[in-house]
């Protein structure tokens, strides 16, 4: 498993003044705690109610596509999921997680149910998913731009308004 993903972005050092990174001593503890990690050519990530935070699965059946989003990795590059609404901050108040590469960063929101609302109650879910993704993005650009990493000189950072990206 390579670091390189969560080495080079500081995050430790930039999130230290968090209690769940302060909580942690080293990398297993750091994946324990706050990511999860995957080299699979394809992975989703869940949006699961029992867990009470994003996690990576395998098999999408009986979950529903708004409740997961589909990540291609044709290289099988290091994979982390950083778990963040309802981990390392109170939950729905940023968006539910990320995922990370060594060159990639993206930025995932799920608003399950849109589909069977009326077209205001989809607008007011669309307008609050982009909220929390922005305040996320913010959130973490600032802290990292504390620590001396610039994201914007990264390959960007995606705002993801579809259930699939690839890698």
Not at 136 to 141: H, K, Q
């Amino acid at each position: 498993m390579d670091w390189a993903a969560i080495h080079r972005l500081r995050l430790a050092e930039a999130f230290g003044d968090m209690q769940k990174f302060q909580a942690v001593t080293c990398d297993a503890e750091l994946l324990a705690e706050l990511f999860e990690w995957t080299t699979r050519g394809v992975i989703f990530i869940h949006d699961d109610d029992t867990a009470g935070h994003s996690v990576f699965v395998t098999d999408t059946r009986g979950l529903g596509g708004d409740k997961t989003f589909r990540v291609d990795n044709a290289g099988h590059t290091d994979l982390f999921l950083w778990h963040i609404d309802g981990v390392m901050y109170r939950k729905g108040s940023k968006c539910d997680c990320a995922f990370l590469t060594d060159g990639r960063l993206g930025f995932v929101e799920f608003k399950t149910n849109a589909a069977n609302n009326t077209e205001e109650a989809i607008r007011e879910n669309y307008e609050k998913a982009k909220s929390q993704l922005l305040q996320t993005i913010a959130d973490v650009t600032a802290r990292c731009d504390n620590v001396g990493v610039d994201l914007t000189e990264t390959e960007g950072i995606p705002l993801y308004f579809d259930n699939s990206t690839e890698i």
